[in-house]
């Protein structure tokens, strides 16, 4: 059915409650229809299309890399890096922020400097984006799949303590996982669309299990748990800038940790394990060429100097979705769990159990009307490199991941001057 059609349907009402009697279809493209005009309400422009999240340059972006191209200084050398992660450790509070090429990197390198082992496993969410689990795999480790919860939709803290409790022993201060006798090294959480996790639960279960605790915060720069900003409550945590998220270097990535060797071994790593000398090149380990170069931290410089004024129009535009849905008891808009200011990354919508059968048709209908909502990523148990790692039960994931819709979130929707 294509969006002219379905913005018919949704003004019949009642034809179609009579024909639901004798099938389900016509309900589903009721909901379907009635959320349709609802997102319509917030986006009403029908001659254009809304992606899920657009970048935006307002700032001086164009002024500083302007100026890294009249200094050559383009890639690797140059002031911009450490000005960006000097304006990071600023904005997080972390004592370090080491500027990296993606998020993924940045995993990679905080997972190894957590201390994981080929061999190892690390619990990482199964709802969460593919790179999360990649990292672990990069160290030669194996992603060891935990559950969700409904109201933050990340790492649910009772039931991963109540599994560990069940699989788990100490032997010599290491979590052995009883069923495959591996080490179980590190707690890898995500602060899922820009919602903190539980994080009073991870350092708990990180502390009662000896595990290291790493925040994966690629989505929630911006977001602070009680008080304090996401990614500075483990050893060690990572953000992204990708073209997607809240802030963008085109594609880079940073890592942040209170700890000065830990951050000195991590620029070290991402810069090819050179030692520093004027002329020799001599290396004392494996390194990696993982940098952000100077023209990428050039835009990141710019983006950060307009964080406040992409996440004021983003709780704005939360604030639109929630009055356009109000009083539609099949969804509920995610909320910021309590005790935490969320940056609102992504606009979630949740479809009630008893509707989780629409979503495909939602999604069709959106997309024709030129709203490219997306659901959640599949859950990674599911997908073909992960099918055989080891997992508690999956449950909640699985029921999201069926019942979850990003709606358009870029911070210009709310039509404000940035
Ligand atoms: C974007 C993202 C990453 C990876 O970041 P890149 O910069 O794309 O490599 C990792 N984890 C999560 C949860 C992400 O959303």
């Not at 100026?67 to 690797?76: G, K």
């Not at 502390?207 to 050893?235: C, M, P, R």
């Not at 951050?263 to 993982?290: F, S, V």
């Not at 309590?338 to 949740?350: A, E, F, M």
Request: proline content about 5%; hydrophobic content about 35%; aromatic content about 6%.
């Amino acid at each position: 059915m294509n969006g002219s059609g379905s913005r018919k349907t949704s003004g019949t009402t009642k034809t179609i409650v009579t024909l639901s009697k004798t099938t389900s279809a016509p309900i589903k493209n009721s909901l379907a229809g009635k959320l349709l005009k609802a997102i319509r309400s917030v986006l009403p422009d029908a001659g254009r299309t809304y992606a899920l999240h657009e970048p935006e340059f307002s700032g001086k972006e164009k002024e500083f890399l302007h100026r890294c191209v009249e200094t050559t200084m383009v890639s690797s050398v140059g002031p911009h890096v450490e000005r960006l992660e000097r304006a990071l450790e600023q904005y997080t509070r972390a004592k370090h922020a080491v500027a990296v090429a993606n998020g993924t990197a940045a995993l990679h390198i905080a997972l190894k400097l957590a201390g994981v082992q080929p061999g190892d496993e690390v619990l990482v969410p199964t709802l969460t984006f593919a790179a999360t689990a990649n990292a672990v795999a990069y160290c030669g480790a194996v992603p060891h799949f935990v559950d969700s919860e409904e109201s933050t939709l990340g790492v649910d803290a009772g039931r991963l303590m109540e599994h560990l409790q069940a699989q788990t022993e100490n032997r010599n201060g290491r979590c052995i996982n009883r069923k495959t006798q591996k080490v179980i090294r590190a707690l890898l959480p995500v602060h899922t669309f820009g919602h903190p996790v539980n994080l009073d639960g991870m350092l708990k279960i990180a502390h009662d299990f000896n595990l290291v605790l790493v925040e994966d915060a690629a989505e929630s720069l911006g977001s602070l748990y009680q008080g304090h900003h996401t990614g500075t409550f483990g050893l060690l945590g990572t953000l992204s800038f990708n073209g997607n998220k809240i802030i963008t270097t085109g594609g880079g990535g940073a890592i942040l940790t209170h700890q000065d060797e830990l951050a000195r071994k991590a620029r070290h790593l991402t810069t090819t394990a050179k030692i520093p000398h004027p002329w020799e090149y001599r290396h004392d380990e494996i390194g990696y060429n993982y940098r952000m170069p100077n023209l990428n931290a050039a835009l990141g410089c710019a983006q950060l100097e307009k964080i406040e004024s992409f996440l004021e129009r983003k709780r704005k535009l939360t604030g639109r979705y929630r009055e356009a849905l109000a009083g539609m008891d099949e969804v509920r808009l995610v909320e910021e769990p309590g005790g935490s200011r969320s940056n609102y990354w992504l606009q979630t919508l949740i479809l009630a159990p008893a509707e989780e059968g629409c979503l495909p048709e939602i999604l069709k209908q959106l997309h024709s009307a030129g709203i490219l909502a997306r659901p959640a990523w599949t859950p990674l148990h599911q997908s073909r490199p992960f099918a055989s790692c080891p997992r508690m039960e999956l449950a909640v994931a699985e029921s999201l991941s069926r019942r979850i819709l990003n709606l358009p979130s870029s911070p210009g929707l709310t039509g404000d001057t940035p």
